[in-house]
């Protein structure tokens, strides 16, 4: 069964975008995911297609209105729609690689892409909407972030990575941050690729590439040690 997505966008045209080329855009084009974007305007109801409006309280910008967002959301994932309703937000939790992949075993997601200043609070609520962060940085929209999200999920599909193995050997799987890597030529501008990478020796390798990768974390991202020996879904 094909994983569901739809997006909810000021912005179609922005999808699938990247995601309709290489490895995310084969699967598309097998059915291994389906994306529907609507276009929140339509369901719009003055002669301009507002969807948005000023600030309660005053200041700068716009908001997006409740009522409209509801009505879109209602027309494109109604009570008893399965999948996650998401908002992309840089108010909400995190991403991390452990929500990628509980999203991805599930049957789809709604994504809803804010732009302006932001949606108003109330829609959040009323339809429970799950507040997604891709980083703390502010996009201009979040249809970026939208396309972040997806192609983190449509690689851990079935049958959409070559190597099955490679997505569980990754950056974050089990708290680490992948080891170094090299291939031909063996001389790059003086530099070798560390011996014990050539020697055969299985052992040695998975080793050093584990002791890489703790070094590397513990330089880096200190913060990720914390996360060691939970079990990869939360
Ligand atoms: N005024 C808001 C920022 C609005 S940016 C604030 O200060 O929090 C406009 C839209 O871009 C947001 O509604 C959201 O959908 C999207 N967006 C911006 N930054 C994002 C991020 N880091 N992660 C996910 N979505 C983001």
């Given at each position: ?7 909810l966008t ?6 699938p975008?990247?995601l ?85 075993a ?8 804010g ?31 939208a ?8 690689r851990l599909?079935p ?45 040695r ?16 991202r ?7 020996g939970?079990?990869?879904t939360k």
């Amino acid at each position: 069964m094909s994983f569901r997505v739809s997006v909810l966008t000021l912005y179609p045209e922005m999808f699938p975008g990247a995601l309709g080329l290489s490895l995310a855009g084969r699967a598309l084009a097998d059915d291994t995911w389906s994306l529907e974007t609507v276009q929140i305007r339509d369901y719009a109801t003055d002669r301009h297609r507002t969807v948005d409006d000023t600030p309660a309280g005053g200041g700068a910008g716009m908001v997006m209105r409740a009522d409209i967002l509801a009505k879109a959301i209602d027309g494109t994932a109604p009570e008893g729609d399965p999948r996650p309703r998401l908002l992309m937000s840089p108010r909400g939790r995190p991403l991390t690689q452990a929500r990628v992949r509980e999203l991805a075993a599930g049957p789809g997601v709604t994504i809803l892409c804010g732009r302006f200043e932001g949606v108003d609070q109330r829609v959040i609520e009323a339809r429970a909407l799950e507040e997604v962060s891709i980083g703390d940085y502010i996009l201009s929209g979040g249809e970026p972030a939208a396309l972040v999200l997806l192609d983190a999920i449509v690689r851990l599909l079935p049958g959409v990575m070559g190597n099955e193995a490679s997505g569980t050997q990754e950056s974050f799987e089990d708290g680490l941050l992948e080891h170094p890597h090299y291939t031909r030529p063996q001389e790059f501008e003086g530099r070798t690729i560390p011996d014990v990478l050539t020697s055969g020796n299985h052992a040695r390798i998975a080793a050093w590439r584990r002791a890489e990768a703790e070094r590397l974390t513990a330089e880096r991202r200190p913060d990720l040690t914390a996360l060691r020996g939970q079990p990869v879904t939360k």
